[in-house]
């Protein structure tokens, strides 16, 4: 799988960015998702660094003339290998073209090159009171395009939807080296095909984004944020289903069992109920209170135990901690365990309770540590078995565990994926989810946009029974 | 052009549901907007009503396999000659197949055929509060299969967004005939590629749409309406854009000019000054008198003449009307005159006052009669030289004005088309608005997905010179 790589040395890019050191090729071989598991996956060849769409579009160029793979590479925050290499090749870090290019107040836009770390974008807007709605929790973390490959979403896309509803337009170089520009500054176009929306969400697997124009929003007046804590599960669950199916006025509904509870307490040292509970976030211009009343009367309706909401930034900050700190209590909980497939599931919300109480059901009969938490309002549920690598029968059931939740998302017309793409991970479940005359149109498309599989080889697509690219095979 | 169609004999479809007569050619060979310029198009060959995803599946194939195009069609109510033939073959009526197919409240959803007449969605969920937010001004008459084909949108996205944000996965069949599902029940996903996006808008090139998966919304409790009327249209089209950056609560914005305030009055026998208008509507829960305040301050700034709002139906409805009728108005105001391309531009909101200010100039140095309206808060405008369609030279310069217009929205920044998708009418305009690289890409994907150009052949994409299908040319 080793390429050689020595043609990027011809091309005219500037003195550090390129390296074929073993250390940078080690640091573009892993994302949280790997690092979390066996490690890395493989070595790139080499590391590129582009610093504008004309460095992009050199590189593929070259790299698509002499069959080697590219991988689009950034803050490497993926939970299921999106951005290593499986195949060698260039891995292309997208970090340093992170400029915000032009921002248009008036017109609530902004365009940014891919690298620009999502939680840069609300500074900059703040002054003018905006703000970008879909950063995912990772936001402070993680590049704008990362979160345009997979379609990123996060605590308040039960309001204000995910990262593909805020991309306008895209600036993106196709595998030969083409610089396409896509979309409208326009709000709403119906001009030709959306090769916007074909390509967030594709996982680097069709084109590198270079710059997105994206849409902000006007902060609300009101915010009110806080925590609701349950008796049982299945009655928080039930409880968010009901406050979504009423439309009640919130940002963020996220839900935790007692067993991530327990780690929050363990992790933060407080003495929080070991209980289920469900944190809130409002917003609102007008009326908010009587939002919040309405939600109150609906959590009743679920014997809601304690409910408490504040309007003071400290105050909320508090509810707020055990989630806010959640992913960290989790890893930290016992140094012996490890999470496996750390990623989540999405289903229609009628099917939240269902799937909640099934995920715990699994995690009973397979005797296994399973903290279950997430974006309840969109039917969002992250969950991961916590097991011993070293122990092959452990790590067997909590395979088995996972994937019998994920069937069952699919089954109840859900997605395996909710927010973090397909990557390595999840390649098994595309075929089950979109059937195979979905899946193969897919393939149809990739073939004709990127005909080498020069752009992230070993994504998104089913693994071949040779294992080989997917120009190699099944032409 | 003539092809044979006897094939369609011996496919196993019912009585009724294939039809050689001239009668069913000629219908299905025009739409609104032939209908309103050179009369209509090339025949189709045969007419097929299909009843199922079945029949659909059955005629594409067969179709495929002979080469003979097929074009859809349903209402018939496009303006830029989408569904009507440019190369004869099948017209593929979908009218038959407009199920509810599912409808599922507690998860805000519903499945229906691609025949269902918009508005006939809103009275099947009316009951359960629901309603569906992107329907264009011709919801009532116009079917979601030819939404979907153009992405539509209408008075109401300027609050909640156009056709592609509520269709959350479709059923679809491919030229071969292929069946697909895309998209998920979940409202979200990061599972494989949008085929749902991609085949939105795409004007039933790449696939036929025969169920769609549709969000629904809950209706607002507070409905506030009414019209603002202004002194020059200047103002008017200042005031929407610092309304709609100030992000006021409104539902629907309006612009109407004072040409056509003028026909209005004389089609409805009204009294009202003949000056420019704003017709508004506010949603809300909470709040709805604050932001009608707001906005009423925002319209002084504007010099507004009239501001007038109510909460009664029957009062809204009287100061809406010269909007609800304005179309009808249009065409009726002078039988010597047809409306020449009405479809629509959209630019971002801060260049709205710009393009409506030179429309209306154009008009003036052209010395043509445009009446100018649209859907102001999406920066979205309808305009359309009448002229007598037997002067050469008054055609001619309503020709040149139509152009300019277009030109003008997409060096700003917007779109050749807003709404109405690009058809055959546009056709010229989607490389200036997209790069020759994005529509490259686009003709790509069309040829891996539909090699034998067997859907839509003729549209949206640039005209060959020797008028060839795609598939003839250009390879």
Redesign the interface.
């Given at each position: 799988m080793t390429h050689d790589c020595s043609f990027l040395e011809a091309l005219e890019l500037g003195d550090g960015q390129v390296s074929f050191a073993d250390g940078r090729r080690e640091s573009h071989a892993t994302d949280f998702g790997t690092a979390q598991k066996d490690g890395r996956g493989v070595l790139p060849d080499a590391v590129v660094w582009p610093e504008g769409t004309a460095d992009v579009s050199a590189v593929l160029a070259a790299a698509t003339d002499r069959g080697v793979p590219v991988t689009p590479y950034a803050a490497g925050t993926g939970l299921e290998g999106n951005a290593v290499p499986t195949h060698g090749g260039i891995s292309l870090d997208l970090t340093r073209m992170d400029d915000v290019v032009d921002y248009?107040p008036?017109?609530?836009?902004i365009d940014v090159g891919p690298g620009l770390i999502g939680s840069d974008i609300d500074e900059h807007v703040a002054a003018d009171g905006l703000f970008f709605p879909p950063l995912p929790s990772s936001g402070d973390i993680s590049t704008i395009g990362g979160m345009i490959a997979?379609?990123?979403?996060g605590m308040q896309?039960v309001r204000y939807?995910?990262v593909?509803?805020w991309v306008l337009g895209l600036e993106a170089v196709?595998a030969d080296g083409?610089?396409?520009?896509?979309g409208?500054?326009?709000?709403?176009?119906?001009?030709?095909?959306?090769?916007t929306?074909?390509i967030?969400?594709?996982e680097g697997t069709?084109a590198v984004v270079t710059e997105a124009t994206l849409e902000l929003a006007?902060r609300p007046e009101q915010i009110r944020g806080g925590r609701a804590i349950f008796e049982t599960l299945d009655d928080a669950a039930e409880a968010v289903?009901d406050a979504v199916?009423t439309?009640v006025?919130v940002a963020r509904i996220e839900l935790v069992d007692g067993l991530s509870a327990t780690m929050a307490n363990e992790y933060l040292g407080s003495e929080l109920p070991d209980a289920p509970m469900v944190f809130l976030e409002f917003h609102?211009?007008?009326?908010i209170e009587?939002?919040i009343d309405l939600c109150r009367t609906i959590f009743e309706d679920h014997d809601v135990a304690r409910f408490e909401m504040s309007d003071d930034d400290d105050e909320m900050d508090a509810l707020w901690q055990a989630r806010r700190e959640l992913a960290y209590a989790v890893v930290s909980y016992d140094p012996a365990l490890e999470p496996l497939h750390p990623g989540d599931v999405?289903?229609?919300?009628?099917s939240y309770p269902a799937v909640v109480h099934e995920a715990k059901r699994l995690a009973d009969e397979y005797d296994l540590l399973v903290p279950c938490y997430g974006h309840a309002g969109?039917?969002?549920l992250h969950y991961s078995a916590l097991v011993d690598p070293d122990d092959p029968e452990q790590v067997e059931r909590g395979e088995r565990l996972s994937r019998e939740i994920v069937e069952l998302?699919i089954e109840l017309?859900?997605?395996?994926?909710?927010?973090?793409?397909?990557g390595q991970g999840?390649r098994e479940?595309?075929e089950p989810?979109?059937?195979a005359?979905?899946?193969?149109?897919?393939r149809?498309?990739?073939?004709?946009?990127d005909p080498t599989d020069t752009l992230n080889p070993g994504k998104?697509f089913p693994e071949t029974a040779d294992g080989k690219r997917v120009r190699d095979s099944e032409q």
């Open positions: 248009r008036d017109d609530v836009q997979t379609d990123a979403s896309t939807g995910e593909a509803d196709l083409t610089v396409v520009q896509t409208s500054r326009a709000i709403k176009t119906s001009s030709g095909y959306n090769l929306d074909l967030v969400g594709s069709l006007g289903f199916r439309d006025g609102a211009n007008h009326g009587e939002e999405t289903v229609p919300i009628s969109d039917g969002n998302a017309g859900g997605t395996a994926t909710g927010e973090h793409g397909i999840k479940y595309l989810e979109h059937g005359g979905a899946v193969e149109a897919m149809t498309i990739k073939r004709a946009l998104l």
